[in-house]
């Protein structure tokens, strides 16, 4: 199984998934989905996810461009 960058980023700065969710207010399976890439974040999401891990909202939407790129082929 290939790493999963934005979960490891995430797990870098709250204990649990679930712990993120409660911080931007997000329910556990909407972050769960998002971050397991099930489901395609938008551009708000991913701004989100930057300002709750102190990361720039570009690299955050770079890393998920990776992830669906890396289904694809």
């Given at each position: ?25 997000w329910?556990?399976q909407?972050a ?42």
């Amino acid at each position: 199984m290939r790493e999963n960058k934005i979960r490891g980023i995430i797990l870098g700065r709250y204990s649990s998934v679930s712990a993120f969710a409660r911080a931007v207010k997000w329910s556990r399976q909407k972050a769960s989905s998002i971050i397991c890439g099930k489901q395609e974040p938008s551009l708000d999401d991913c701004y989100v996810i930057a300002l709750a891990v102190g990361r720039d909202a570009d690299e955050i939407a770079s890393i998920f461009l990776q992830m669906k790129t890396q289904k694809c082929v």
